[in-house]
């Protein structure tokens, strides 16, 4: 199935479930632990999900379905698609795909320092050593500093090579039909668990008891916007690269629907398993890393002797995020050396975590990489899945755009969603770059 994407010698998936489960591995990652559940429960717990889910299928419809199928259509990752739709359209602007591709290696450069440091609890959760230290603050400043983390961020680029160096087929989608059911049953586990704690019923009533009021409030449909839109991975990049290795015979709306569910689904079971532990023990129920290597550490000393196995669950399930999630992340410049360059799989691999190591090393630093994935996040990503949108809705045109979702499927997409996609769509990616630059983020 994979070799007929690209007339015999390209590289693709072999099943439709591989590829659904790399891209939930691409989507599901450690913002559904440390964003998610934080802003369910601030903006008005199962009346933030009403948004949520609008958003989540907005965009499923259009985003995630027209990045697939913009791949699909291009045989190639962001720079040549966009350079092929130009080149087709007859309109300038061929090197704005470079833009996706940037900000797919400057993400996976940042996300792989906080891998380094995932894989780093996950090796003190099993010794113990995260349940044992006295002060869980600064166990994590030791690493959050500059230069703090060098071999476990090595550690990490390592486990990454060996999880790409065979291509989609033989490593990338093999692996994911592993670590992403893992990362749901480890989740489902924690989150039985957790009903069990005295307490936890009060992180539920916070959780899901909906506070409507907040409906009527401009920033919960705002951060609901921004979390559906960033968790789907909406950038112009890894999903496009996915996307082009996907055979030509399966149905990309089916495929963007289960993607949006599985990674819905992740958000939930980390809220279920996050809140409830939170209001149990009494914690402050913070965003971003502080939650998840400073509050939940502390919270696994506080089970007593189940808190180290707890720890090591935990730890375990977010490595397998985090790391499906990289592999995407660095599969779009990784294809683009490929193309460009001529170099076989393993060179291009190397090449291109080598210098992602080079700039990682001096990001070193938890504020440094905090406004680095900033700029990213408000700038590059939005920016980048625009640039896709545009160039599948408005270059392309209805007649191609249509056909290219339509394939696998017994009838055609209704009008309603490539008009939908074409104005709706382009005018959300253009809406959360602008929101974004004035509140300093929305994902």
Request: aromatic content about 14%.
């Amino acid at each position: 199935m994979g070799k007929e994407n690209a007339g015999g010698s390209r590289d693709g998936f072999q099943s439709r479930m591989g590829f659904i489960m790399a891209c939930v591995g691409s989507a599901v990652g450690m913002a559904n632990v440390w964003a998610f559940p934080y802003r369910t429960a601030k903006y008005g717990g199962a009346a933030f999900l009403i948004p949520y889910l609008i958003c989540v299928v907005l965009l499923w419809l259009t985003g995630v379905v027209s990045e697939i199928s913009f791949g699909r259509w291009a045989q190639t990752g962001p720079l040549g698609a966009v350079d092929k739709a130009m080149t087709y359209g007859k309109k300038p602007g061929k090197w704005l795909g470079v833009i996706p591709v940037l900000s797919s290696f400057a993400i996976a450069t940042g996300y792989a320092v906080i891998t380094g440091w995932v894989i780093r609890y996950l090796v003190g959760a099993i010794t113990g050593a995260v349940v044992r230290t006295e002060d869980v603050g600064a166990y994590f400043g030791s690493i959050c500093g500059p230069f703090g983390s060098i071999p476990w961020h090595v550690c990490a680029l390592i486990v990454t090579v060996l999880m790409m160096v065979g291509g989609i087929a033989k490593s990338i989608e093999k692996i994911n039909k592993i670590v992403m059911p893992l990362f749901f049953v480890l989740f489902i586990g924690m989150a039985i668990y957790v009903i069990t704690l005295p307490g936890s019923g009060t992180g539920y009533n916070y959780l899901f008891v909906p506070k409507w009021e907040f409906l009527a409030q401009p920033a919960t449909w705002v951060y609901a916007l921004g979390q559906a839109f960033f968790s789907l991975s909406l950038a112009g990049n890894g999903t496009v690269i996915y996307g082009s290795y996907l055979s030509r015979k399966e149905d990309a709306v089916s495929c963007a629907r289960n993607i949006a569910v599985f990674d819905t689904l992740a958000a939930l079971l980390a809220a279920c398993v996050v809140i409830p532990a939170i209001f149990a023990f009494n914690m402050d129920p913070a965003s971003g890393p502080p939650l998840m290597f400073i509050t939940l550490p502390a919270i696994f000393q506080a089970m007593g002797p189940f808190g180290h196995v707890f720890s090591i669950i935990f730890f375990a399930a977010i490595f397998f995020a985090a790391a499906s999630s990289i592999v995407n992340l660095f599969e779009t410049p990784i294809e683009m050396v490929q193309a460009k360059f001529k170099l076989s799989r393993p060179v291009s691999v190397a090449v291109v975590l080598v210098l992602s190591a080079i700039v990682g090393v001096f990001l070193e630093n938890a504020d440094i990489i905090g406004t680095w994935m900033d700029i990213m996040s408000i700038y590059l990503c939005p920016i980048g899945a625009l640039i896709a949108g545009i160039c599948f809705f408005w270059v392309l045109g209805k007649k191609v755009a249509v056909s290219e979702m339509s394939l696998g499927r017994t009838k055609e997409v209704p009008d309603w969603q490539f008009n939908l996609g074409k104005y709706v769509y382009c005018g959300i990616a253009i809406l959360v770059i602008v929101l974004g630059i004035a509140l300093g983020g929305i994902g």
